[in-house]
């Protein structure tokens, strides 16, 4: 129950997945649609990120990799917003678990933006068939996040132009 | 099956409304954003008999459909006389309602639903309803949730 931003914020995760990608892209359009603070939030997942389960605490989580987890968290943000370039933009990097990194910020955001991965032919799926379940991350803030929650697909590979992968 | 939000013909933001307080949220929020981006509002009702199990169905003379355009009107009735009139056409689909919002969805700017319907348990994580269109609908998904009421984007009047 902090102080409220007037202007509102829309919240979204990114991890770098071309699906994060298109999620910034739509929540860039949709925080200058309603004239809002876009906060971008990329969690630093140590045990993600983490060469191995076997390897000490900490590897490959030095200042170094944090810097460079900014500047091309930036560089995806740029190319997200750039256009006409809303200025209204908070990149943030912060360690930890994603869901308690984003659940975290959601309180107070007009929406949490995030994106989902599909495989291939996915929505060519019958009805009720069961499918590969949400990623956790997804899921969690589904079920927990107090605010709206957006789920932007991956962009689909131009099924027109690129018929089929195999052969 | 690969519809993506085209732009060039009319957008639309589709809605699936079944009566249930996440659902008017769904319905508002999707007015609101319509308004925001000049989309039409496609409210969508879905219905099915309920499955008996090869008992004799016990309420048969139900009008089930003229049931489920009376509680699409209602909740329609609900979120217009709160809001500007926006553009909401509605429809009342037969069927599977997750099936029926992912195929009324395809090409459409974004889809919207409340975070669990009638049906489910309430602790339920999402509604299964939900869960199928974030899983397979082609356009962005809104997932809105009822409770602390009034938890509105805040600043949404600026």
């Not at chain 2, 981006?37 to 879905?46: D, H, L, W």
Request: net charge negative; with cysteine; charged share 20%.
């Amino acid at each position: 129950m902090g102080p409220q931003v007037s202007a509102g914020r829309i919240l979204v995760g990114v991890d770098g997945s071309r699906a994060s990608a298109a999620a910034l892209r739509w929540a860039a359009a949709e925080a200058q649609i309603r004239g809002m603070r876009l906060h971008v939030v990329h969690a630093l997942d140590q045990h993600a990120a983490a060469p191995a389960h076997y390897a000490p605490p900490g590897a490959g989580q030095d200042a170094a990799g944090h810097a460079m987890e900014v500047s091309a968290l930036k560089a995806l943000v740029r190319e997200a917003v750039s256009p006409d370039g809303w200025p209204a933009v908070q990149v943030e990097v912060d360690a930890g678990l994603p869901v308690r990194v984003l659940l975290a910020r959601a309180p107070g955001a007009a929406m949490l933006v995030l994106g989902s991965t599909r495989s291939v032919g996915f929505a060519d799926a019958p009805a009720g068939k069961p499918r590969a379940p949400l990623g956790p991350v997804a899921r969690d803030c589904l079920r927990a996040a107090p605010c709206p929650v957006v789920i932007v697909a991956e962009p689909s590979v131009q099924p027109e132009a690129e018929p089929a992968r195999v052969g | 099956m690969t519809a993506r939000a085209q732009n060039g013909s009319e957008r639309r933001i589709v809605v699936g409304v079944d009566g249930s307080e996440p659902s008017k949220a769904a319905l508002s929020w999707a007015v609101a954003q319509a308004r925001l981006t000049g989309a039409v509002v496609e409210a969508v009702i879905a219905w099915e008999v309920p499955a008996t199990y090869g008992y004799p169905v016990p309420v048969s003379g139900v009008d089930w459909g003229d049931l489920a355009q009376q509680v699409l009107s209602e909740a329609i009735a609900d979120v217009a006389d709160a809001a500007a009139p926006a553009k909401i056409s509605y429809k009342v689909v037969e069927g599977n309602p997750a099936q029926a919002l992912v195929e009324e969805s395809a090409g459409a700017d974004l889809l919207v639903v409340g975070n669990r319907g009638h049906g489910g348990f309430v602790e339920a994580l999402l509604g299964s309803t939900g869960q199928h269109c974030v899983h397979h609908a082609t356009c962005p998904v809104v997932v809105i949730r009822d409770s602390g009421a009034g938890h509105r984007a805040e600043g949404g009047s600026r």
